[in-house]
């Protein structure tokens, strides 16, 4: 949420001041925002902005994770961690004064996210597995003041007082969380529908597996993989295990059986 970042070559001529401010747009896991900064110089330095000469231009520029800024003829490769919170709920109350906080908010946990953030867990749903899987927390909007509050370029602070309430099954891993990033190595997660993949990409993928949708996948390109076939209501599952049981594929496992492995951190 903003500091200050010295770029110095070997003269005291070529030095830059970066002065960060805040992200210029919303989350993406396809590339992540830039960040507003101003880029101050002695005039007359040796400075460029991926290899565009930047003079004494008081606007800001967006840079990204690995943008160059050369300076007196030493190239220095910008890099950062970039803080996800997956949000439950309604972004738009929060996304601003996130942004401030240096953090930012998705709808979806993605392997970036490291927090959950919501006033309260009411339940399992997608992204609270995906969480449990990632090793990561829940928090609540309190833990954005915090951070808004602390000095930047800091580790983010103690959060023990700002855990989101949860029922008893989902509080003590989301309390004492330990990545469970193996879970689902080298498994496949067969939905009937579009709705069931919708419940078990997240948590899946958090754990090195795959949830494919059924109708898209031929039996033979799944010979030598662990694959679970996931039941929902609509009963989609026993046409999946029919298609596959010929070559062998196919174990039924539920949505409850799946939360299951993912509290307990196992797979049977």
């Known amino acids: 949420h903003g500091g200050v970042v010295y770029l110095a070559a070997a003269s005291p001529e070529d030095t830059v001041v970066l002065t960060i401010q805040e992200a210029l747009s919303p989350w993406t896991d396809d590339r992540p925002p830039p960040v507003k900064a101003f880029v101050n110089a002695v005039p007359g330095a040796d400075v460029a902005v991926n290899c565009v000469e930047y003079g004494c231009d008081p606007r800001p520029v967006g840079l990204y994770p690995g943008d160059c800024v050369h ?138 597996g795959r949830a494919l949708l059924a109708a898209d996948v031929e039996p033979g390109a799944l010979a030598d993989q662990r694959v679970h076939v996931v039941a929902d209501r609509g009963g989609g599952a026993r046409q999946v295990i029919r298609r596959f049981a010929a070559r062998g594929l196919g174990v039924a496992v539920s949505l409850g059986q799946l939360e299951a492995a993912v509290l307990a951190g196992s797979v049977k």
């Open 71 to 208: 300076v007196g003829g030493v190239e220095c490769v910008l890099a950062w961690q970039p803080v996800v919170f997956c949000c439950l709920g309604d972004m738009t109350e929060w996304e601003e004064h996130a942004l401030r906080a240096g953090v930012y908010l998705s709808k979806d946990f993605s392997p970036s996210c490291s927090h959950i953030f919501a006033q309260k867990i009411v339940s399992a749903t997608p992204q609270v597995l995906a969480c449990i899987v990632a090793g990561g927390e829940a928090v609540t909007p309190s833990f954005l003041d915090l951070v808004l509050q602390s000095p930047a370029l800091t580790p983010l602070p103690e959060r023990r007082r700002h855990w989101a309430p949860a029922p008893d099954v989902l509080q003590a891993a989301l309390r004492d969380p330990e990545p469970r990033r193996s879970l689902f190595e080298g498994c496949v997660f067969l939905c009937a529908t579009q709705e069931c993949h919708e419940q078990v990409r997240a948590p899946v993928a958090a754990g090195g």
